[in-house]
C-alpha cells in the first residue's frame, strides 16, 4: 500500500471517528428527556405551543373502540400523554390519579393517553399500575404523535373543546425548569376560565 493511501485511510478512520463521537457524546435537542432528564427545558421540546390548535385524533379503548378525544361536552380536556415502555411516565403515576380528581373537581374531560399501537402493552401497562378505574385510550393509527406532535413522554396538555392549547407541560421526572414545575395538580388548571 502506497504512503498517500495510508494517509487518505487514516484521515478517513479519523473522520468516521469524529462523527461516531458526536452523534453518541453530544445531546441533540427534543430527544426523550428520560434519558437525561436534568437538561430539558419544555421551551426546548418540540410539541404543540400556548394557543395553537390540535386536531383531535381518533384513538381506540381497551377494548379496540375506536374513540373521538372531542366527542363529549366538557369545556376542557386533559390528557396525560405516555408510553407503556416509559421509565419516567413510572415515576409519575402517582400523580395521574391526584389530576384525574382534580379535573372531575373542575368538571374537565380526562383521559390517559398512550402513544403505543399496541393496546395489550397498554393493558399491561395500565394493570400493573392499578389504573382500571382511569380512562384511557391508545394511539393505534399514530394520530396522537403527529396531532399533538408528541416527541417525549410524559407530557400534560390541557385543550379547550376546539383543541386551543392551554398549557403542556413534561412529566415530573423530567425535571422541567423552574418555570414549567408543577407543584400540585391544582396549578395545571389555572387557564380554565369557568
Avoid at 8 to 18: A, D, K, M, T, W
Avoid at 73 to 101: H, I, P, Q, T
Avoid at 130 to 145: I, K, M, S, T, Y
Wanted: include cysteine; glycine fraction near 8%.
Amino acid at each position: 500500500m502506497s504512503g498517500q493511501l495510508k494517509s487518505r485511510l487514516y484521515l478517513l478512520v479519523l473522520f468516521l471517528c469524529g462523527i461516531t463521537i458526536t452523534l453518541v457524546l453530544v445531546p441533540r435537542r427534543g430527544k426523550n428527556a428520560t434519558e437525561n432528564p436534568g437538561s430539558v427545558d419544555i421551551k426546548e421540546i418540540p410539541g404543540l405551543s400556548v394557543g395553537e390548535i390540535a386536531v383531535m385524533p381518533t384513538m381506540h379503548n381497551l377494548s379496540l373502540e375506536p374513540v373521538r378525544l372531542d366527542a363529549d361536552e366538557a369545556a376542557y380536556r386533559f390528557f396525560v400523554v405516555f408510553g407503556s415502555n416509559c421509565d419516567a411516565c413510572e415515576k409519575d403515576v402517582e400523580f395521574w390519579r391526584l389530576l384525574a380528581k382534580e379535573a372531575e373537581r373542575r368538571k374537565v374531560s380526562f383521559a390517559l393517553v398512550a402513544m403505543d399501537s399496541d393496546g395489550d402493552a397498554v393493558r399491561l401497562f395500565l394493570d400493573r399500575l392499578g389504573f382500571h378505574d382511569l380512562p384511557a385510550v391508545f394511539d393505534r393509527q399514530g394520530e396522537a404523535n403527529r396531532n399533538f406532535k408528541i416527541r417525549m413522554v410524559p407530557q400534560y396538555l390541557l385543550l379547550t373543546k376546539e383543541g386551543r392549547v392551554v398549557g403542556r407541560w413534561t412529566g415530573l421526572s423530567h425535571l422541567d425548569s423552574n418555570n414549567n414545575k408543577i407543584r400540585n395538580p391544582a396549578e395545571m388548571f389555572n387557564g380554565i376560565v369557568e
